[in-house]
């Protein structure tokens, strides 16, 4: 099946720092991807919705000038977290969908980033 | 937007089947009924998919009623690799696909 991977797995930093996750898909070319948080106990919510080459969209409530989305390519999306605080703190996902096809209908999701600001 | 109710938590006997319900009263005519599931502390991976007719895969059958307005996960086999948070969800019908998770069902699976 296809994979979608995440760069770090986890991260540690100073409130005020910024944070960059990256999400790739290994073995397609990911149309659109997705980004989610996932607070302790809670289930995912969407963040926004990026396609390569294009602005992502943001879900209502996400400042987009604190979440930074860059969709430089097809298999790579980034996340950066600028000026992290503590309720920044919580467990970020990303998902891919393919190309048109046999892939399409299917949401492939990396195994996450846990990020914790101090 | 369509929503889906789920039991909070449902529990099994390992090897005994798990029938996880779903309702979404207020779906429309495409969308799309899919099942994901998420393990402790990993990102959630895709279970099954259906619309109209009943779908079997290799992890698990999708029940779907013939009004639409629920529908049943089936586990036929429950190991303790199954335990995890089930999500039933609606796709919006748009071209991004966009994925609403909801809180799911946790399934417990005793030994």
């Known amino acids: 099946g296809a994979v979608v991977s995440q760069h770090p797995s986890w991260v540690i930093c100073k409130s005020g720092t910024s944070v960059k996750i990256e999400c790739r898909s290994l073995?397609?070319?990911?149309?659109?991807m997705f980004w989610y948080r996932q607070f302790p106990k809670q289930s995912l919510m969407l963040m926004a919705t990026?396609?390569?080459?294009?602005?992502?969209?943001?879900e209502q409530g996400v400042e987009k000038d604190k979440f930074l989305i860059n969709h430089a390519s097809l298999t790579l999306s980034t996340l950066t977290v600028t000026s992290a605080h503590p309720e920044d703190s919580s467990f970020y996902i990303c998902s891919a969908r393919g190309l048109a096809g046999v892939f399409s209908y299917e949401q492939f999701f990396g195994p996450g980033t846990r990020l914790t600001v101090l | 937007d369509a929503k889906t109710t789920q039991p909070n938590s449902m529990e099994s006997n390992e090897e005994e089947p798990v029938h996880l319900p779903c309702n979404h009263s207020?779906?429309?005519?495409?969308?799309?009924i899919h099942w994901y599931r998420q393990l402790p502390s990993q990102g959630p991976e895709y279970v099954i998919h259906?619309?109209?007719s009943n779908v079997n895969n290799r992890m698990a059958s999708l029940a779907i009623a013939e009004d639409r307005k629920s529908s049943t996960l089936i586990l036929h086999r429950a190991t303790l690799r199954d335990a995890a948070v089930y999500y039933c969800?609606?796709?919006?019908?748009?071209?991004?696909?966009?994925?609403?998770f909801g809180a799911g069902t946790t399934v417990t699976v005793r030994a």
């Open positions: 969800i609606l796709s919006l019908g748009s071209n991004d696909y966009k994925l609403s």
């Open positions: 990026s396609n390569e080459g294009s602005k992502a969209t943001y």
């Open positions: 259906g619309l109209t």
């Open positions: 207020t779906i429309s005519g495409t969308d799309y």
């Open positions: 073995d397609f070319q990911a149309t659109t």
